[in-house]
């Protein structure tokens, strides 16, 4: 940041402008709003860590699912549509042609939008259990013009309606889940028989040495205040956190009986897999 003691005024660059205050931009600012939020939460993740119950989603504040939507939102505009969609067999030209889609865990809804601004004659059914999230979701698609393609339910993985889809997506949440190989065998019910699973989660190896990197830490610090705590609250007994790894996350999928895993993308933040029955 500049300042000019003739004007009085400060200044930005433009590339200091594109990640401070465009919201298209890596949102760097928005890093520290979600850890605002979460450490508003602190006395109760150390109760938590105590007796293992866990803390939920919902039970965070605001700032938290506001500042998850700022920080996921940029990426998902860079990569969605330009890299992961093209990057799976087929799936491109399916949306194209007119698909159905089903975003699980969808937040405040920007990937869900995201598609549906992309593909104009492919419907969208995003839902997530966090009711707050799903109102703001509403207004998004209200005001990206696309209310008559898009829809939202309150819904858990295990209990989101429908079946037949084309193309079902999950955004950095699986990790969050209390049981993810129940929520993958509800992905693989919803799925038409030549469906496909996109599933993108945080950069992460298998071996624990190999995260201590600066993406590494950061998801360190976001698993023990959010992930593990919310996978904690749910039953099912697992808690992958920020950080499983492709190995946890394909013997998921293995478990729950998809016979087709691959990656076929990853970014700084990301790792990108294409799952089919």
């Not at 696309?146 to 339910?153: A, G, I, K, Q």
């Not at 819904?155 to 079902?168: E, I, K, N």
């Not at 509800?186 to 990197?213: K, Q, Y």
């Not at 609250?233 to 946890?248: D, K, M, R």
Request: hydrophobic share 40%; net charge negative; aromatic share 10%.
């Amino acid at each position: 940041m500049s300042y000019d003691p003739a004007t009085g005024e400060f200044s930005l660059t433009e590339e200091q402008a594109f990640c401070l205050a465009d919201p298209n931009g890596p949102d760097v600012s928005a890093a520290f709003l979600i850890a605002l939020g979460y450490l508003r939460a602190e006395p109760r993740i150390t109760e938590a860590f105590r007796t293992g119950a866990g803390v939920g989603w919902h039970e965070q504040h605001e700032d938290v699912f506001v500042g998850c939507d700022a920080f996921c939102r940029p990426g998902y505009v860079a990569e969605l549509v330009p890299n992961w969609i093209p990057a799976l067999d087929g799936v491109d030209a399916k949306l194209t042609a007119g698909g159905r889609v089903a975003d699980f865990g969808c937040g405040l809804g920007s990937s869900s939008v995201l598609l549906a601004q992309a593909y104009p004659r492919t419907t969208v059914v995003g839902s997530d259990y966090h009711a707050e999230s799903i109102e703001l979701a509403r207004k998004k698609a209200a005001e990206g013009g696309v209310s008559d393609r898009v829809s939202f339910e309150v819904a858990t993985a295990q209990t989101f309606t429908g079946t037949g889809y084309d193309l079902v997506t999950m955004f950095d949440c699986l990790h969050d889940m209390g049981d993810p190989v129940g929520a993958a065998k509800r992905v693989r019910e919803a799925l038409a028989p030549d469906g496909t699973w996109l599933l993108v989660e945080p950069a992460a190896a298998d071996n624990v040495e190999d995260n201590f990197n600066p993406v590494g830490r950061l998801y360190y610090a976001g698993s023990t205040f959010l992930c593990v705590p919310n996978g904690l609250s749910q039953p099912g007994g697992y808690a992958l956190g920020a950080q499983a790894g492709e190995a946890a996350i394909r013997q998921v999928m293995t478990d729950a009986g998809f016979t087709r895993f691959r990656r076929t993308a990853q970014t700084a933040f990301n790792l990108v897999y294409e799952i089919r029955p």
